[in-house]
């Protein structure tokens, strides 16, 4: 699973990209972010506050519940403001 991070995600994490492999019980968004929190000091501050967090799986934007596979693209960023 390619996973992509941006913004002050990628700042804390240090790595804009890691390609990973879950646990097999690790299938939703929402398990994935629980999962990577606990990889490293900076993953863990990075996902502190997962109401901060936007995700997106494939390139379509994705809730907490979304499933998500070896294939998938997983991105985190920041919620997005624009004019």
Request: a negative charge.
């Amino acid at each position: 699973m390619k996973i992509l991070y941006f913004a002050w995600l990628r700042s804390k994490i240090g790595t804009g990209e890691e390609d990973l492999t879950p646990p097999a019980d690790v299938v939703t968004v929402g398990q994935i972010m629980a999962w990577l929190s606990t990889r490293s000091p900076g993953h863990a501050e990075a996902f502190a506050k997962p109401a901060l967090i936007r995700a997106a799986v494939n390139q379509d934007f994705a809730g907490l519940d979304q499933p998500v596979g070896a294939d998938d693209e997983l991105a985190f960023f920041p919620p997005v403001t624009g004019g």
